[in-house]
Antibody
Framework: QVQLVQSGAEVKKPGSSVKVSCKASEDTFRRYPISWVRQAPGQGLEWMGKIIPILGIVNDAQEVQGRVTIIADKSTSTVYMELSSLRSEDTAVYYC?????????????WGQGTTVIVSA | EIVLTQSPGTLSLSPGERATLSCRASQSVPSSYLAWYQQKPGQAPRLLIYGASSRATGIPDRFSGSGSGTDFTLTISRLEPEDFAVYYCQLYDSSPPWWTFGQGTTLEI
């Protein structure tokens, strides 16, 4: 069964960093890109970045460029998204999602979401 | 930067009725790169339609997608109680690789 299982909720101070994990099945990790999408409370969806886990190749969105780091751990089939210099506007639910072949254009499997709250 | 605009913002209908949701792109886009999602409160989005008109695995045939160029439509032929949710369209732009979503349409009873 295809699954993406994310780490638990986090509460962080402004200016700090948060690291969210997304554990994939070995097949998904080896064959598919994985993206990160976030959703602020009551708002829409925002793509943050994508990684090809087996190659470690990353694309990230201009809005978070310079603050987001996406890496993949081959030994555990886990993808990580770290966001630094947190501000209140980063309060959101963060999702990992699998890019669907052949164009990687859509997201066909989603993690359950990780709530990140940034508050002093 | 291509912008997706969804309309209406909120659609109020009853079970059994037909729902028509619109997604307009600010410039012409490849149909292959347009998708639709359903999201219910407290849940992750669920892929409904990819490539503008192909249903994702397990999606009932009352959901259909159409359109090309700048105008795309999601149609739900006969609304079931579980269809009341927020719907997003989404576009992939290949150069540079970038994904964007519409602002969403709330389908309410």
């Amino acid at each position: 069964q295809v699954q993406l299982v994310q780490s638990g909720a986090e509460v962080k101070k402004p200016g700090s960093s948060v690291k969210v994990s997304c554990k994939a099945s070995e097949d998904t990790f080896r064959r598919y890109p994985i993206s990160w999408v976030r959703q602020a409370p009551g708002q829409g969806l925002e793509w943050m970045g994508k990684i090809i886990p087996i190659l470690g190749i990353v694309n990230d969105a201009q809005e978070v460029q310079g603050r987001v780091t996406i890496i993949a751990d081959k030994s555990t089939s886990t993808v990580y998204m770290e966001l630094s210099s947190l501000r209140s506007e980063d309060t959101a639910v963060y999702y990992c999602a699998r890019n669907q072949p052949p164009y990687d254009a859509a997201f066909d499997v989603w993690g359950q979401g990780t709530t990140v709250i940034v508050s002093a | 930067e291509i912008v997706l605009t969804q309309s209406p913002g909120t659609l109020s209908l009853s079970p059994g009725e037909r729902a028509t949701l619109s997604c307009r792109a600010s410039q012409s886009v490849p149909s292959s790169y347009l998708a639709w999602y359903q999201q219910k409160p407290g849940q992750a989005p669920r892929l409904l339609i990819y490539g503008a008109s192909s249903r994702a695995t397990g999606i009932p045939d009352r959901f259909s997608g159409s359109g090309s160029g700048t105008d795309f439509t999601l149609t739900i032929s006969r609304l079931e109680p579980e269809d009341f949710a927020v719907y997003y369209c989404q576009l992939y732009d290949s150069s540079p690789p970038w994904w964007t979503f519409g602002q969403g349409t709330t389908l309410e009873i």
